[in-house]
């Protein structure tokens, strides 16, 4: 399992990197998020007993707005496509149904 999230973790806005499930910040946003710990000790069960990978990989978000609302913040649209490449190179890079650049 890939997860892809936007996170704050004091990282520069628009950074991606991996982030293990042990450290994933447990405090909570909403009622239905990966920052809440129901959510990420799900994955952990899965991981831990059900021989599950789960990776996740995440963008340093710039804010966290007040309430939720359309679109992105421009470091993180400007980081999709590092995330595409990302999960191209580690997860498709010998696949035939690989998307063309730019999709």
Same mark, same amino acid.
């Given at each position: 399992?890939?997860?892809?999230? /936007?996170?704050?973790? =004091?990282?520069?806005?628009?950074?991606?990197?991996?982030?293990? &499930?042990?450290?994933?910040?447990?405090?909570?946003?909403?009622?239905?998020?990966?920052?809440?710990?129901?959510? #990420?000790?799900?994955?952990?069960? &899965?991981?831990? &007993? =059900? =021989?599950?990978?789960?990776?996740?990989? /995440?963008?340093?978000?710039?804010?966290?707005?007040?309430?939720?609302?359309? =679109? &992105? #913040? /421009?470091?993180?649209? #400007? #980081?999709?496509?590092?995330?595409?490449?990302?999960?191209?190179?580690?997860?498709?890079?010998?696949?035939?149904?690989?998307?063309? /650049?730019?999709?």
């Amino acid at each position: 399992i890939v997860i892809l999230d /936007a996170i704050d973790c =004091g990282r520069q806005p628009g950074e991606i990197f991996e982030l293990d &499930l042990d450290d994933y910040p447990t405090h909570k946003v909403d009622d239905f998020s990966m920052h809440q710990v129901p959510t #990420s000790n799900l994955l952990r069960e &899965l991981r831990d &007993l =059900g =021989g599950v990978e789960v990776r996740v990989l /995440a963008c340093q978000v710039a804010r966290i707005p007040e309430e939720v609302c359309p =679109g &992105l #913040s /421009a470091p993180v649209a #400007s #980081s999709v496509q590092q995330a595409v490449q990302t999960l191209r190179r580690e997860y498709f890079a010998d696949s035939a149904h690989v998307l063309p /650049a730019g999709r």
